[in-house]
């Protein structure tokens, strides 16, 4: 915590010692290694005060403050940066990896980390302050980043596969959407999740299992087909994913299925979850798609550990047709979302069954 000799806060001011990420010896103040120091030290001090120690406060006060240094920092050498060009013609400011870094972070290491220096600014950039809860996930800030990466990033020749760009750019849909080094550092799918965006979470979460599954035993790799066979991070990373698309805390709401593609929803087919560990506890539910006979069905069973302000179940009909009316026992009362093809839920600790029932 320096200051100049005219006593202003030096642009690393607050932050952890230089460190490194991944393979790279490259030692920075990097935004992705901050964000992960401010976030535990977050939690931490959260999980003090609901245990009730008398310290807890001044760790809270900290995270804060912690927090406010990384985006002062941010904001000061993104307005250094250049702005980059997108296809619909408008222009975005760049998203740098680390404090003294105004341009892509390949052209101050040119070559480096076996020609993918570029990778830090996509998979360990600073996306990553998204779902460290500094930057706002619907704010600008936010649109920047996801929108440049898409345009850009996500489709530049890959390292090792994915290597021809004319081919990524031409089938954007299928070839696009995630990272082209290793794609499960990459958190753009929470990103989606936070936003609420629920098919290019889909998107993303299919394209990128995809370029890394082992059809030989249905592991994943490390990178693309080579690399750490089964590696834990890649696993665990897809199982973080999959636990998003059927289930979410969202502050004190607990939703249900809220990025389960329609295509799991068509008629005859269920989606089931058992004992789901979450936040409030353990959660199960069943939907089941009568899709052809207009409805859609869900059986809840709420965790009981602590009871959610609301229990949120999406329910998405395969042609993609609005819930215009629902039925709903074991609550308290309920609201429909048709926007959202949501069931908004008060529950009481009791089994839960849905009728959702669609329009023409």
């Known amino acids: ?5 005219r006593g202003n806060k030096v642009p690393e001011y607050g932050l952890m010692p230089p460190g490194v990420g991944a393979d790279w010896e490259v030692y920075a103040y ?45 904001a000061w050498i993104q307005a250094q940066a250049p702005v980059f060009p997108l296809r619909d013609g408008t222009w975005v400011p760049e998203y740098p990896t680390h404090v003294y870094s105004p341009c892509p972070i390949e052209n101050l290491y040119v070559g480096e980390d076996f020609g993918r220096s570029w990778c830090y600014d996509v998979e360990l950039g600073a996306h990553h302050l998204i779902p460290f809860g500094i930057l706002d996930p619907n704010g600008p800030q936010a649109d920047w980043m ?26 954007w849909f299928n070839l696009g959407g995630f990272a082209k080094v290793q794609p499960y550092y990459a958190r753009t799918g929470e990103v989606h999740a936070l936003r609420d965006d629920v098919k290019p979470f889909i998107r993303t979460y299919f394209n990128s299992v995809m370029s890394l599954l082992n059809r030989e035993d249905l592991s994943l790799w490390e990178h693309f087909m080579n ?44 989606v089931a979850v058992r004992h789901a560990p979450t936040f409030f506890g353990p959660v199960s539910y069943t939907v089941t798609s009568n899709a052809a006979d207009g409805h859609i ?48 839920i008060v529950p009481d600790r009791n089994p839960i069954r849905v009728r959702a029932v669609y329009g023409p």
């Open 227 to 270: 690399g750490a066979y089964n590696k834990t991070h890649e696993t665990g990373y897809f199982v973080h994913q999959s636990r998003l698309m059927l289930v979410q805390e969202r502050g004190e709401e607990l939703w249900l299925a809220p990025f389960v593609t329609s295509n799991w929803l068509r008629d005859g087919m269920r």
């Open 30 to 74: 990097y935004f992705y290694l901050n964000g992960y120091y401010c976030a535990g030290l977050r939690a931490a001090a959260e999980a003090m005060a609901d245990a009730g120690w008398p310290g807890a406060q001044e760790v809270l006060d900290d995270a804060r403050a912690y927090e406010e240094d990384v985006r002062r920092a941010y």
């Open 297 to 344: 069905t869900a059986l809840i069973d709420p965790p009981a550990r602590s009871t959610p302000r609301a229990v949120v179940i999406r329910l998405r009909h395969p042609d993609g047709k609005p819930v215009q009316s629902a039925g709903v026992s074991g609550a308290r009362e309920y609201v429909i979302d048709a926007a959202h093809e949501c069931i908004r």
């Open 1 to 5: 915590m320096r200051t100049d000799a």
């Open 146 to 171: 996801i929108n440049h990466m898409e345009d850009t990033q996500f489709v530049r020749p890959g390292w090792f596969y994915y290597e021809d760009k004319e081919a990524n750019e031409a089938d």
